[in-house]
């Protein structure tokens, strides 16, 4: 029998981006069975949108009061009656091929167990112009994923967008975690993995993924969700030394530390000093699982660093930073 698909489309105040992204998705050469999207308590015009591409298409429009893209994908998952879900963020959009070329694996029986197929994505501004195709190809990121230690070292770039799943795998690791708005995705695919589920990486371009200063990849929200995922990591995989197996001290640790310091930089460097707060506010919650060299220095500089980085001795604070978390 065919496999049935289900494209699933979350929106929030997504007005400027929400038709071309459905538009997309009638596109397909090998159309989605079901089409749901679900209002997550938008004000701006993207619900009527909707509601008038719905008038003429069979899109199942659902709505809820606002609880964060991870509750808005799990409403439509669990609304679904197809064996598998097409993500589509509302300001991404799918090439015409995009279901075509990412149902394909899912036919070939030397693929068992097989839960995700995720392609490459062409990197493109807020107006849709090109800035790089194929970018997951500059990324310092290994596909498909093949290791535990490939999952935690590093985000995955297992983009929504670009990314067909088992409804059957989403559902019996949990779904998405609803207290996540941002690292959500990697959240669910290391669940998969670790559950024993297959992943396949198809290095076509089957998306065009959307970044702009204005996306939710620079939101504070974004930093919130991610130390929660840290947290999460640092609960689920304890270290265990009579195996050799540093998750937190060698391969958790490391990896937000870096991405806490690179926020810190850039804060410094634009004068934000909120932005600021929250990036040495996560470096200082990073410190403890880092190395005993790491930890102290952290602690020893951190009351100078506070007290220059709001001044304009800012580049002394940055230089002072580097050198506590050694990077």
Known sequence: MQMTIA?????????DFIEEA???VLRQTRPADEIIVVDDGSTDDGPSKVERLAAHNAITFLRKQNGGQSSARN???KHSQCEHIALLDQDDVWYDDHLAILAEPFSDSQFRDLAVVYGNIDLVDRKGRMIARCYLDEIDSTHPKTSLRQCLSQDLY????AALVSKEAISSVGYFDERLSGY???DLFVRIF???YRNVY?????SRWRHYGGSSSFSARMGQSRMTYFKKLVDAFPDEPEL???????IIGPRFMKIAFHEFIRASRAGDNPALDRAWSEIKQIAPVMNRRTRERVKRFSPLIERLYPTPLTGLARALARFAVRL
């Open 7 to 15: 494209a699933v489309i979350p929106l929030y105040n997504g007005g």
């Open 22 to 24: 459905i538009l997309s």
């Open 75 to 77: 409403l439509a998952i």
């Open 158 to 161: 297992i983009v929504p967008s």
């Open 184 to 186: 959500e995705d990697d």
């Open 194 to 196: 670790r559950a024993g």
């Open 202 to 206: 198809r290095n076509i371009a089957v």
């Open 244 to 250: 050799g197996l540093w998750w937190r001290h060698n």
